[in-house]
């Protein structure tokens, strides 16, 4: 009866484990239930192993269009470097450089040859030469015109500038400009500009004082043969610092024009670096069966 007893619990359980190798794991509820066999167990966490795409961020690793186009706009360069298109921005910067090099360097040659052009007309042309000799002549110029209407010298000699336009602008004709105030820009540029101001170089009245007979010159209109060469010389001396400030003016524009389209090809720049970068989010589910676990994944690609 013992032997019995004992053969029967043996077959019992042999059934029992036969009943269990012989089964699978089962999935209920999303959740795995395993079937305590190694083989089995392994094959459906493997299975269960998912990766989750996300979307929705790819735009937030792009750079702004807007940004690089104002940064270049404020730094020529600047937005290309933010691009990173490190050649585009060397080559901004170089011009940025060499432009403003240049226009400083000329500006300051420009202001050098203006003090040397106003050092020489203050030597060299007298205002009281060419209101003497207005004066002088005034009813020659025009017979309606009497000298003595025109207090342009005052009882002590000192000159009335006022007065000195009134007379110009009576008399007319030749005279068709008025003697800006001394220092002023417009009076350095108009004595060597205008043929009625070349009786005031000094040339003009033989290099000396003024004299009563020099003041008695019969009155003609100073033809381009009869200039003194003083004015030449002088207009001369202007013109070239003309040409320094035109260099410079020159640079400035390229300045300007090198901001505008610094800006312009930093947002194409940008717009390119955007085009050729690609970013992939992902999220990786790893279930070994008691416990599941996520990785988050970033994948970047940039295309050269």
Known sequence: MKKFLVLLIIAFNCLLIQGQTGSKPEIKEGKIILSGMLSYDSKISFEQTQKIDLPGNIGDQKKSVWLGAGLSAIVPGAGQLYSEH???????????????????????????????FQNYANQHWSVEFYA??????????NADVKPADYKVFDSNGNLNWSELNRLES??????????????EQQYYELIGKYQQFAVGWDQFWGGGAITPDKL??????VEASALPQ????????????NDFYKVAA????????????????????????????????????????VKTVFYPQLNLQYRF
């Open 132 to 141: 003497k000799w207005t004066l002088q002549h005034a009813t020659s110029i």
């Open 170 to 183: 009576a008399l007319g004709s030749y005279y068709s400009h008025h003697l800006p105030y001394y220092g």
């Open 216 to 221: 008695n010159l019969q009155f003609y209109y």
């Open 86 to 116: 490190y050649i585009e921005a060397s080559v901004f910067a170089a011009v940025e450089a060499a432009a403003i090099t240049v226009g400083i360097l000329w500006t300051q040659k420009g202001n050098n040859q203006t003090a040397v």
């Open 250 to 289: 020159t640079a400035v524009s390229v300045i300007v024009i090198n901001h505008i389209l610094s800006a312009i090809d930093a947002a194409w720049a940008v717009s390119r670096y955007n085009k050729n970068l690609e970013i992939h989010t992902s999220m990786e589910k790893y279930s070994d069966g």
């Open 230 to 241: 003083q004015f030449l010389d002088y207009a001369a001396m202007r013109g070239e610092a």
